[in-house]
């Protein structure tokens, strides 16, 4: 069932086996069982973060968590620049909070361009042509990959079950970097 507005990105809903979340362009959550197409839910995000797109999801405790990454978040004195962060919905109100924020590193780092997510590890290309990492759920910046010297970062992805994070840059250039994500509590 479509949701009556333009769905930009999808993804499916760990730890339920039959959901599938996505964002559409009226910066709405919107839940589908993926058994029977049905809509279960749509939900207002807000429009303080405009063109949010949802990179993960999970459920726990009757609660979903979503993962969104925000490509034209303004400044904000409360939580800086956000790049990505995770919003908890209560599926049968509809209300929703915000739990984490991942702020962008300090100038002159730019702004989120594309991104992507592993686990609890985000990555994202931005303006300055670097790649920065982020842990989640800690909503730190744990690393800066700077523009190479044959050019800027242009996509970044992981790798398969997170084998590492892949760059490129436009004239084709493949870089694959490994990446550990810190354990908790370690320094």
Not at 24 to 33: D, E, F, G, K, L
Not at 39 to 47: D, E, N, P, Q, T
Not at 131 to 149: E, K, M, Q, S
């Amino acid at each position: 069932m479509p949701p009556e507005e333009t769905v930009t990105a999808f993804a499916e809903v760990e730890g339920m086996r039959e959901a599938l979340v996505g964002t559409t362009a009226a910066n709405s959550i919107v839940v589908w069982n993926l058994k029977t197409g049905q809509l279960l839910r749509k939900m207002h995000v807000g429009y303080s973060y405009p063109a949010s797109i949802c990179h993960r999801a999970y459920s726990d405790s009757g609660l979903l968590f979503v993962v969104l990454s925000h490509p034209h978040a303004k400044e904000s004195e409360s939580c800086g620049n956000p790049a990505f962060r995770v919003v908890a919905f209560n599926p049968r109100t509809g209300r929703s909070r915000g739990v984490m924020f991942s702020s962008l590193p300090p100038s002159p780092a730019g702004r989120y361009l594309e991104g992507d997510v592993w686990d609890t590890a985000g990555a994202a290309v931005l303006t300055s042509g670097a790649v920065a990492v982020w842990d989640l759920l800690r909503g730190c910046c744990t690393a800066l990959l700077p523009p190479g010297p044959a050019g800027r970062w242009a996509l970044a992805r992981w790798a398969t079950a997170g084998a590492g994070l892949l760059a490129g840059q436009r004239d084709g250039t493949v870089r694959l970097y490994r990446y550990r994500q810190p354990q908790p509590g370690a320094a």
